[in-house]
T-cell receptor
């Protein structure tokens, strides 16, 4: 079973701060990585995808990938209370069709 | 454009019954995947269908089955329901079934409660 590991949190940050969410994965052959945001009682929403080593920025979000260390992270700049949610790291299996998810990190942004 | 749609939104069944969940993908998407999410866990992969063919199956018993129709909509069937089948069932739509990227977009889910 290929594993994706995340700290379950909760991670608490003050409004306006940078939230840093981390994820490690065990399948060295994985090539595609995703971050989903899930509000309580709702379904996951895709917020970032990353395929190459380095950083990828989209608005207040930056995804970072280090395949050698098998590590993916998500930075949220200028955190807002509306960012409070569970963030799921997902890794596309080597087969190319199944997403393997971590358990998610709960983020709480306090006003 | 409409996103992924799923029906019903909520369902209550008793042990031993059968259930059918339905999903319509984003227009133009040909691949549908099904996931099960229990409380406090990330989604777990059940099936992926692409162009009406099963592309992959996760570690679920044969009580779980699915199919995809010519219009790319899909059904997930679960027989002989167990209490442990209570979960949020998610359908995800993607543009291609085989790709290095394969971004998957989720529908709102069906909340199944088995009593």
């Amino acid at each position: 079973q290929k594993e994706v590991e995340q700290n379950s949190g909760p991670l608490s940050v003050p409004e306006g701060a940078i939230a840093s969410l981390n994820c490690t994965y065990s399948d060295r052959g994985s090539q595609s990585f995703f971050w989903y945001r899930q509000y309580s009682g709702k379904s996951p929403e895709l917020i970032m995808s990353i395929y190459s080593n380095g950083d990828k920025e989209d608005g207040r979000f930056t995804a970072q990938l280090n395949k050698a260390s098998q590590y993916v992270s998500l930075l949220i700049r200028d955190s807002q209370p509306s960012d409070s949610a569970t963030y799921l790291c997902a890794v596309l299996s080597y087969s190319g069709y199944a997403l393997n998810f971590g358990k998610g990190t709960s983020l709480l942004v306090t006003p | 454009d409409a996103g992924v749609t799923q029906s019903p939104t909520h369902l209550i069944k008793t042990r031993g019954q059968h259930v059918t969940l339905r999903c319509s993908p984003i227009s133009g998407h040909k691949s549908v995947s099904w996931y099960q999410q229990v409380l406090g866990q990330g989604p777990q992969f059940i099936f992926q269908y692409y162009e009406k063919e099963e592309r992959g199956r996760g570690n679920f018993p044969d009580r779980f089955s699915a199919r995809q129709f010519p219009n790319y909509s899909s059904e997930l069937n679960v027989n002989a329901l167990l209490l442990g089948d209570s979960a949020l069932y998610l359908c995800a739509s993607s543009l291609v079934g085989l790709a290095d990227y394969n971004e998957q977009f989720f529908g709102p889910g069906t909340r199944l409660t088995v009593l």
